[in-house]
Each structure stands twice: as structure tokens, then as C-alpha cells.
């Protein structure tokens, strides 16, 4: 028997699902108490209109298209729809600034432009004047502005043939570009193309190691982020996903109770801010904190037996069937993450405390590192897992070190390059294929990948140390009060550290101790606080030497939110933001 070979377009795989899968839900979307659903026919009616629509406003081939859409359904046949006319549709973060959103519609020479609203309108129309390859506006929601084109027009238009524009596309031909959310400088446009993402996608399967078709999974983050629109975008349509749309992140934990997902992917605040409101809820009954924890002890051991995949012994079984109908299943339950069979973090790093949490209370989390030069994911393993590492290299791809101790890998998934920008693809894509990732790592003997930290990021002391923040970072948040960590160090005497109190945790945590603050800026100048974040400290602190100890540190009175100063919109420091904004408070560190 002749094996077919899988479509190497991201259209190709859409008709082979609609085929397959037509009438079975697609996308899911919770607005106020109703619930919309498209079906894969559904889905695939729009997409064609769509294209049509976009079609009639001069949209072609090797044409770009950007758009400002949440988390709905109408991103997901937006971005189809301009897939199946062999142009490249571009997402970018819906919290751009005027001039951003000039820069990247610019930098891209895209010809239209799909928004959400009338919020979204706003800031381009601010700049169109700067934007003159930039023909048309389409808006989703209704709005009262002269000449732009709505979505229920685009709609209204007669379907392009769904197989006939499916076969536009060409494997090689771009199928998106990822602008990096831009840490320093300005962002670069990563290059992806359809067999990037194909092949990226059939390297997850096989890393699962099972056929993950019709999972339910919750899309929630911003879709210019490569993890999520590889997760739940392209492979949703691969694997018939039902997906539901969040457009607002407050209400994930209700729609994960709700949903109960089977595959969930998050970055490491999703689950830090889960495991700080489970500690909180703890905190207020200790007869309850106590029986958790024995239960965690029992469960942590099921999860390292079960990641060597061993065997459970009758007494351990035993044990953990107890422990788990009595304490774990019913958290999970009341989390929405006990139908879980994979749960995925990735983009920075996670504490180990919050991944052992996770795992020993029966949530089957692992951590995958990867970038947008990758199409994601480079290395991972969800079931051999090992905490503190990031996994094996993923199928299809090499790994190894450089002399200098950099990660570097090879394969399919590599990106195509940088938009425009031929020296910065070379600084990163050797001539032998070979990513230049920018971390430091190392590699055990069976593969197992440690990142050590960001190559331009290590601190170097005055008594010449090398220093890992991140590692300190995530130390210290994986303490209950502490939210958010910021370490400096670079040429100073010792290691100090700007702190943000848990928002969640910090205000209840107080409340059961005596303080009388509640705002977060009073509890960052609370004694009662202040004396349990040193303690805090103090415990972070064992897990390293003298010289990487935190030495001094401050807490804020801010909260910091993503795509701010302090943070990207996928929740990864700016340090240099940090550094410009808290230089007093930094200065006052070294001056004790």
C-alpha cells in the first residue's frame, strides 16, 4: 500500500481537515452568556469568503496583510482567508503604539490592514498618512468611519473554490512573519514559510507520541506570539482542534473550569499566577495546607517514577489513588485541568518549584524552549521529564554547543531569515544551517538541555563571577509574595534584586498576618510584608553560592503589567526599561 504523503501547506492541511472533520466544531467563543460556534465547514465558508472579499480589494500573491485581532474565531478565518490567495498574513501585538504599528505595517509593506475595532482604527489611522502602501483598512466590529471596509462585506462576497485556492500556496512561499516583541531595538521580522510550519507541526506530534486530533485547548495569548499560533492556529487545523477563543486573559481561569482543556499551553506566569492562588486558598485553612502537602509529597513521587517511566509499586498506587480522590483530582477539577494530557510552558523560564507543584498534584506539565526563529519549539520531551531541564532536542532537529557554550541547532523549522535584514540573519543562520540561538546551555548525557541563560544577559560581578539572573529570577518567584523579579549585579560588588509583590497573593497573605495595608504600594512598604519577602529571599537564596546570594534588594509599589516598560507582551523583562526607569532605585542598592 502506497503512503500518502501529509500536505506541506498550511491550506493543504486545512482541506484534508475539512475533508475529514467538516462537521465537527472548529472554534468556540464565549460573548457575555451566548456561546458561537463554527464548524470545520463553517470555518471554511468564511475563509473563502474572506478571501473573495479581500480578493476584490487587490489582495494577490505575495501580497501582506497585518492585523490587530484578539483572541476570536474571525482571526482564524482572517488569517485562512489571506493564506488561500497565496498572500502572508501578519499578526502583530494589539498593544502596539501609533508609531510601532507604522514601523511594522511599514517595515512590511503590507497593502491592508484587518483591526478589531474602533480602538484598534484609531492608532492606525493616526499614522496611514506615513503608510502609503497601505490601500485599505477592514474593521470586524462596526465602526463609524468613512471608507473603511467592514468584515460583514468581506462576508458577503461569493467563496473563492476552496481546493483551487488552497493550491496556490507553495511550500517555500512565506506563510507569516513574526516580528520579535523587540527586548532591544527594534523588532526583526522573522520569515516562516509553509514547510517551516508543516514540518514544525508533524515534529510535535511525534514528540507527543500520541495523535492529539480533536483536543479541546483554549487560545488566550497574543497570537503575534509563535507559541500560541503554532498551539492553537496551525495546529488546530492540523490536528481538528476544538479550540475556544479568549479575548480577555481575566477570564481564562473561569473558561478553563468550563472547557477543561486537553492541551494547554502557557507561558510561566499563567502558572504561576495558578499555583499563587491555589497557595493563597491554602494559606487560610492550614488543616487543609497540610493534608495538600502530604498529598503533593505522594504525587511528586508518582511523577518522577512515572518521567523514569517506571512502574508504580501496589503500596505507591495505592497510596496515590487516595491521595489523589481525596486532594489532587478535585483541585484539578475546580482548575479545569483535570481532563489534561498534556500541559505545556514555555518563553521564559519557570521556577522548578511551580513545575514539581504541578506535576506532583497530577498535571502532566513540561517545558518546552524554543524561539521564533524555530517556529517554536527545539527541544522538549512532555513525558521523560526532567525539572531544571528544558528536554531533548524535539524530532527532526540537531542540537549541540558551541566552543563558547552557545545553543545552537538545525533543521526544517529553521525561519527563512530576517525581513530586509541579510547581516542580522547572517549573525544568526550560519552557512551550514546551524541557529544561533543566543543562550547559554548545557547538555547531560542523555541529551537533556539546561539553558543557563541569555548570552548577553549573564551578570558579571567586580570580583569577576559569572551570574545567571534568570535563575535567580525565577527563584525568588517561586515564592508566594513575590510576583514579578528584576536582578542587577553587572559590575557591582554583590547581586541585588528590584521586587514586585503577587498581586493575588501579596493583599490576602497580609490580611491573614495583621497588616492593615491593602493597596499594593502600601503592603511594598508594610514591615509585616517586608520581613516575610526577606525570609523569601533568604529561602531563594539557598540554592546558590555566596556570590550569586542576593545581597540587598527593594520592593515596588507598582505592579508590573505586559507590554509595558518593564515587560514584553509575552511577560519576558525588559531590562534595559527596567534599568532606565528604577535607575534611583538601583543606585540606592549599592549605596547601603
Known amino acids: ?86 498572500a502572508t498574513p501578519i499578526s502583530i501585538y494589539n498593544s502596539s503604539s501609533p508609531d510601532q504599528i507604522a514601523y511594522l505595517v511599514g517595515h512590511s509593506d503590507a497593502s491592508v490592514a484587518i483591526v478589531e475595532d474602533s480602538q484598534y482604527l484609531e492608532r492606525v489611522l493616526e499614522v496611514r498618512a506615513d503608510l502609503p502602501a497601505l490601500r485599505q483598512i477592514v474593521a470586524v466590529e462596526p465602526v463609524d468611519e468613512p471608507g473603511i471596509e467592514s468584515w460583514d462585506e468581506l462576508l ?154 517506571e512502574e508504580l509499586s501496589v503500596e505507591l498506587a495505592a497510596e496515590y489513588a487516595r491521595v489523589d480522590a481525596d486532594s489532587l483530582r478535585p483541585a484539578r477539577q475546580l482548575l479545569g485541568l483535570d481532563d489534561l494530557r498534556v500541559a505545556v510552558t514555555s518563553a521564559a523560564p519557570i521556577p522548578v518549584e511551580v513545575l514539581q507543584f504541578f506535576r506532583s498534584a497530577g498535571v502532566p506539565l513540561s517545558e518546552l524552549y524554543g524561539m521564533s526563529e524555530s517556529c517554536g519549539p527545539i527541544t522538549w520531551d512532555p513525558v521523560r521529564v526532567k525539572p531544571g531541564t528544558v528536554g531533548r532536542a524535539v524530532p527532526g532537529v540537531e542540537l549541540r554547543l558551541a566552543d563558547d557554550g552557545e545553543v545552537i541547532c538545525r533543521g526544517e523549522n529553521m525561519f527563512r531569515g530576517y525581513l530586509k535584514e541579510p547581516e542580522r540573519t547572517a549573525e544568526t543562520l550560519d552557512a551550514d544551517g546551524w541557529l544561533h540561538t543566543g543562550d547559554i546551555g548545557e547538555l547531560d548525557a542523555e541529551g537533556y538541555l539546561r539553558i543557563v541563560d541569555r548570552k548577553k544577559e549573564l551578570v558579571i560581578t567586580a570580583g569577576g563571577k559569572n551570574v545567571s539572573p534568570a535563575n535567580l529570577e525565577a527563584a525568588l518567584k517561586a515564592q508566594p509574595l513575590i510576583g514579578q523579579a528584576c536582578v542587577v549585579g553587572d559590575g557591582e560588588p554583590y547581586m541585588a534584586a528590584l521586587l514586585v509583590l503577587d498581586p493575588d497573593v501579596a493583599p490576602a497573605w497580609a490580611a491573614s498576618h495583621g497588616a492593615s495595608a491593602t493597596t499594593l504600594a502600601a503592603l511594598a512598604a508594610d514591615p509585616v510584608v517586608l520581613a516575610e519577602v526577606e525570609r523569601e529571599v533568604a529561602a531563594a537564596n539557598e540554592r546558590f553560592s555566596h556570590a550569586e546570594a542576593i545581597r540587598e534588594f527593594t520592593v515596588l509599589p507598582d505592579e508590573w503589567l505586559p507590554d509595558t516598560e518593564e515587560l514584553t507582551p509575552t511577560m519576558k523583562l525588559k531590562r534595559r526599561g527596567i534599568a532606565k526607569k528604577y535607575a534611583r532605585e538601583i543606585a540606592a542598592l549599592y549605596d547601603r
Do not use: W
Open 1 to 86: 500500500m502506497t503512503s500518502v504523503a501529509a500536505p506541506d501547506t498550511i491550506p493543504g492541511l486545512f482541506v484534508r481537515t475539512v475533508a475529514e472533520r467538516g462537521g465537527e466544531v472548529a472554534l468556540r467563543a464565549k460573548i457575555g452568556d451566548e456561546v458561537r460556534v463554527l464548524t470545520y465547514d463553517d470555518y471554511a465558508d468564511q475563509a473563502t469568503r474572506v478571501a473573495a472579499g479581500l480578493r476584490a480589494l487587490g489582495v494577490g500573491p505575495g501580497d501582506r496583510v497585518v492585523m490587530l485581532l484578539g483572541n476570536r474565531p474571525e482571526f482564524h478565518v482572517a488569517d485562512l482567508g489571506v493564506l488561500l490567495l497565496g
Open 156 to 309: 458577503s462576497a461569493a467563496p473563492v473554490g476552496l481546493e483551487a485556492a488552497a493550491a496556490i500556496a507553495a511550500p517555500h512561499d512565506l506563510a507569516t512573519i513574526i516580528y520579535t516583541s523587540g527586548t532591544t531595538g527594534e523588532p526583526k521580522g522573522v520569515m516562516l514559510d509553509h514547510h517551516n510550519i508543516c514540518f514544525t507541526v508533524d515534529s510535535l506530534r511525534q514528540a507527543l507520541g500520541f495523535a492529539p486530533d480533536r483536543s479541546r485547548i483554549v487560545s488566550y495569548l497574543p497570537m503575534a506570539h509563535i507559541a500560541e499560533r503554532m498551539t492553537t492556529y496551525y495546529a488546530g487545523i492540523a490536528f481538528a482542534y476544538e479550540v475556544t477563543t479568549c479575548r480577555d486573559i481575566r477570564l481564562l481561569g473561569a473558561l478553563l473550569a468550563e472547557t477543561r482543556p486537553q492541551i494547554l499551553f502557557g507561558v510561566p506566569r499563567t502558572y504561576e499566577k495558578i499555583h499563587s492562588a491555589v497557595q493563597a486558598v491554602l494559606a487560610a485553612d492550614p488543616g487543609r495546607a497540610e493534608l495538600f502537602a502530604e498529598a503533593l509529597a505522594i504525587g511528586a513521587r508518582v511523577a518522577e517514577h512515572r518521567a523514569r517511566g
